[in-house]
């Protein structure tokens, strides 16, 4: 999202003003990256990981500090000036049973197809957009207007459809349209180049999707989970499927919500939901996204793809946008 390109922004804009080498420039551009996640998400842990598992793909004794060191101060900053409040507040989740893990395998592979599917899309979409020779941006903009105008839920952070969600406001096919619509706005508005991200959309969708699995199994065991449950594995599930990080996904649900009782079941949803694309050969989204950049500038300068180096800022920024 924004904050993750800004702090990475601020990461360039340090190497710059040090002249420090392209190993280290790269390191400070990846932990103010980290830093920008930690500081949105109130997930210091989750910075640190994104930084080592995704951006980074090591975990050497002087990356670990620094990333360390970044995120811990970001999020002391945002809590002296926001506090230290969850940034999802769950009504009260009794403890899981046993009999939710066998639910959590099932949930998990629905999740991986969907996170699956957002990827194909995506990536086909930029194709397809890319040929367009009108202004896109101006069109959906007026189209995203106009929606905005009948239902403002379905853009923007969506923090009005969260707390319905949350309340259990939604209905199953209210839940499922909503999906939908906010998985085909996500994909347009990212045609459109504007800096919105996908992170905090994949999150919403992954709500969605929870409180639409919830809705299925209450079916066939009435009263016996929570909602909250749902949501939980679905934020975590959904974001192991497209970014393929499962690691920072569960510990960023988990410090976003509080509800640590559930890291297994969320352990089990992510696990199961970064199979489904990996057995598929789908890459990870970011990755995707950095192979798309590199092969279009590759044909703006006649050259194969694996010759085009890109700016040494340039990789971490655009696939995070």
């Known amino acids: 999202g924004p904050t993750v390109q800004m702090g990475g922004a601020i990461g360039s804009l340090f190497a710059r003003f040090f002249s420090v080498n392209p190993s280290e420039s790269r390191l400070l551009i990846c932990a103010g990256a980290g830093s920008g996640l930690a500081a949105a998400f109130n997930a210091p842990f989750a910075g640190l990981l994104f930084i080592l598992e995704e951006l980074q793909h090591r975990f050497d004794r002087f990356s670990v500090v620094v990333a360390f060191a970044a995120t811990i101060s ?15 507040i769950i009504r009260q989740i009794q403890r899981p049973e046993l009999s ?20 194909v899309v995506l990536l086909r979409s930029l194709k397809i957009f890319s040929n367009v020779r009108y202004p896109l941006a101006a069109v959906l903009g007026v189209v995203f207007g106009l929606i905005g105008l009948y239902s403002p839920e379905l853009l923007g952070m969506g923090h009005e459809l969260n707390e319905e969600i949350i309340a259990g406001y939604l209905s199953l096919r209210m839940l499922i349209l909503c999906f939908f619509a ?27 999707l929870g409180g639409a699995f919830y809705h299925f199994v209450d079916w066939f065991q009435p009263g016996q989970f929570d909602l909250g449950v749902f949501l939980v594995l679905g934020m975590g599930g959904m974001f192991s499927a497209i970014v393929r990080s499962p690691l920072t996904g569960i510990i960023l649900i988990l410090e976003m919500t509080s509800e640590f009782e559930l890291f297994l079941p969320l352990m089990t949803v992510a696990i199961m939901a970064y199979a489904v694309p990996e057995f598929a050969n789908n890459k990870p989204i970011y990755d995707a996204l950095l192979e798309n950049d590199r092969r279009r500038q590759a044909e703006k300068s006649n ?19």
Not at 310 to 321: G, H, N
């Open 74 to 88: 970001a999020n002391i900053v945002c809590r002296l000036a926001f506090g230290s409040a969850p940034i999802f």
């Open 303 to 321: 050259l194969p793809a694996e010759k085009v180096v890109l700016q040494p800022e340039a990789p971490e920024l655009r696939s995070l946008r």
């Open 182 to 208: 906010r998985f085909a706005l996500t994909i347009l508005s990212y045609n459109t180049g504007a800096p919105g991200g996908i992170f905090a959309p994949l999150l919403l969708l992954g709500m969605l």
């Open 100 to 119: 939710l893990i066998l639910w959590c395998l099932l949930f998990g592979v629905i999740v991986g197809f969907a996170g699956l599917a957002f990827n």
